[in-house]
């Protein structure tokens, strides 16, 4: 399985967090599951942080390179293929510009995504949580 990590199931999962549903962690380690976070969710970590709108566990740095490497999880750049993929998404109420790119990737790239987020239900993203 291909999964790609909302920024929340990201924070959830390293922090060890009881709002992550065990059924998640499970898929996240599971040896077969190849696991990815878009780079717009590590910028999305990024502004809110340096906002001051997000507490972190663990410094910047180590969450970005350490702390990724160590979970297996794959950043994964934004690609010419996702932005045509964000072009033809529906316009909908949901405007936030890191979630219609994160649900533009999954398309794109076949993934599945975890997040808690519904608001992906409506772009026929295959979504678990």
Request: charged share 25%.
């Amino acid at each position: 399985m291909r999964v790609l990590l909302d920024t929340h199931t990201l924070l959830f999962f390293v922090d060890d967090s009881p709002n992550l549903p065990p059924k998640v962690k499970a898929i996240i380690e599971q040896d077969d599951t190849e696991v990815f976070i878009s780079s717009a969710s590590l910028w999305e970590i990024t502004i809110k942080y340096g906002l001051g709108d997000l507490e972190l566990s663990v410094p910047l740095e180590y969450l970005f390179h350490d702390q990724l490497i160590a979970d297996d999880i794959v950043p994964l750049s934004i690609l010419p293929a996702h932005l045509v993929a964000l072009s033809a998404l529906p316009r909908r109420k949901h405007r936030d510009p890191f979630d219609r790119l994160i649900a533009a990737t999954c398309l794109a790239e076949d993934f599945t995504l975890l997040s808690k987020d519904t608001a992906f239900d409506a772009y026929g993203v295959r979504r678990v949580w």
